[in-house]
């Protein structure tokens, strides 16, 4: 079983429409969960943390359940420039502050005019 | 700019070449890391280096040989490299203290011919 399970997508959306991304992470021992954005030929960056009580950023949401080892990601009155891969990230720490950082595959997002 | 740079951002290499990645950063960090990003893979974690000495080797073929002169600087040296090995190559650093939050390298995108 992978370690981070992502629907890959792509998911096409009309610009204004609501989209949910779904992640399930496989170790129970996953201490802290993020949401990387990858543009097109560009490098990773950090979109949210997720915690546990659910957070929100503007027009993003992040829920965890830990339970069901489930993040997932909303993202309201989606805009072009919202189009790029969403990765979904755990974080293994394994004593100390050694640990990796675990990334999914990402899900394609095309948000179209 | 980004505080996490690598040269070159494009490199073609025939698979008896040797070449030379080269990560620099001005964050200020104190680790430093290799990621490989493969079409339809997750990020997939390579070495990690903590204070300038290498703490992880995920089973790398040893023709990625990684160094880490100093606490800002990271190379990955390349040797008899085979077509799987293209790739984008993903240089990332972080603080010890805070190995969640680490900033990427816009990569190398390497070619194997």
């Known amino acids: 079983r992978k370690e981070v399970e992502q629907d890959p997508g792509p998911f096409n959306v009309p610009e204004g429409a609501t989209v949910a991304f779904n992640c399930t992470y496989s170790n129970s021992a996953s201490q802290s969960f993020f949401w990387y954005r990858q543009d097109c030929r560009k490098e990773p960056k950090l979109l949210m943390s997720?915690?546990?009580s659910g957070n929100e950023d503007g027009r993003f949401t992040a829920q965890l359940n830990r339970a069901s080892q489930y993040i997932s990601l909303l993202i309201r009155d989606s805009k072009l420039s919202d189009s790029a891969t969403y990765l979904c990230?755990?974080?293994?720490?394994?004593?100390?502050?050694?640990?990796?950082?675990?990334f999914g595959k990402g899900t394609k997002l095309s948000v179209k005019p | 700019e980004t505080g996490v740079t690598q040269t070159p951002r494009h490199l073609v290499m025939g698979m008896t070449n040797k070449k030379s990645l080269k990560c620099e950063q001005h964050l200020g960090h104190n680790a430093m890391y290799w990621y490989k990003q493969s079409a339809k893979k997750p990020l997939e974690l390579m070495f990690v280096y903590s204070l300038e000495e290498r703490v992880e080797n995920n089973s790398v073929p040893s023709r990625f040989s990684p160094e880490c002169p100093n606490s800002s600087h990271l190379f990955l040296h390349l040797h008899t490299l085979q077509p799987e090995d293209s790739a984008l190559y993903l240089c990332?650093?972080?603080?010890?203290?805070?190995?969640?939050?680490?900033?990427f390298g816009q990569g190398t995108r390497l070619t194997v011919v």
């Open positions: 997720v915690y546990s």
């Open positions: 990230v755990v974080w293994m720490n394994y004593g100390g502050s050694q640990g990796n950082l675990i």
């Open positions: 990332a650093s972080s603080h010890l203290t805070n190995p969640l939050n680490a900033f």
